[in-house]
């Protein structure tokens, strides 16, 4: 399967500030997604993000909270923006494509907690 | 109802022992299912991937599938310590869709 890296790893930020994670792939993908897992839930998709385009997403999150770029096919950003304690989370990527064919599969993750 | 349906557990088994997973959903439309390990403090795992109705076993590990009855299961058999995880049952329409995924079972192996 591809190689998943997330920056940060982790945060501790102040509500009202933005933070911005990076996921890098070490192959081409076709696909890039990005999930929420709040503390002692599941994985909740945050959109799709499309290569080229506006990133798809889910029902309940929008674009100005959590904006999304791909500008290729191995890197994506999910900024999360004015921040507040209830968006304290792990943030996580998966991929899906090139040499991960109909499967996806997890970076690390992104622990983040805002005060 | 919830699209995607676990026992959120724990599941206390014996080491040694069969731990038995289930799940249940309710788009008939899904295609594709998965079973993810999340240890504690870690990001999900893939474990097993499952299209067609039946049994899939990989080492260890044995997905059942049963469209008809909207029935996804995960067998572990010769349970050990290391196995102690929660355990996220996924799926999805087609390749290239989102996943949906279910609450999860945690799953306690006990020496």
């Known amino acids: 399967s591809a190689v998943i890296s997330q920056k940060p790893s982790r945060d501790i930020c102040q509500r009202g500030t933005s933070l911005t994670i990076q996921c890098q792939v070490d192959s081409q993908v076709t696909m890039m997604f990005w999930y929420r897992q709040q503390p002692g839930q599941s994985l909740t998709l945050i959109a799709t993000a499309n290569q080229g385009s506006e990133a798809t997403y889910e029902s309940g999150f929008v674009i100005d909270k959590f904006p999304i770029s791909r500008p290729n096919l191995t890197f994506s950003t999910l900024t999360v923006s004015n921040m507040s304690p209830e968006d304290s989370s792990i943030y996580l990527c998966?991929?899906?494509?090139?040499?991960?064919?109909?499967?996806?599969?997890f970076g690390p993750g992104t622990r983040l907690t805002v005060l | 109802q919830k699209e995607v349906e676990q026992n959120s557990g724990p599941l206390s088994v014996p080491e040694g022992a069969i731990a038995s997973l289930n799940c249940t959903y309710s788009d008939r439309g899904s295609q594709s299912f998965f079973w993810y390990r999340q240890y504690s403090g870690k990001s999900p795992e893939l474990i097993m991937s499952?299209?067609?109705?039946g049994d899939k076993e990989d080492g260890r590990f044995t997905a059942q599938l049963n469209k008809a009855s909207q029935y996804v299961s995960l067998l572990i058999r010769d349970s050990q310590p290391s196995d102690s995880a929660t355990y996220l049952c996924a799926v999805r329409k087609a390749a290239g869709n989102k996943l949906t995924f279910g609450g999860g079972t945690r799953v306690l192996v006990k020496p």
């Open positions: 998966s991929v899906e494509g090139g040499r991960a064919v109909n499967e996806q599969f």
């Open positions: 499952i299209y067609s109705n």
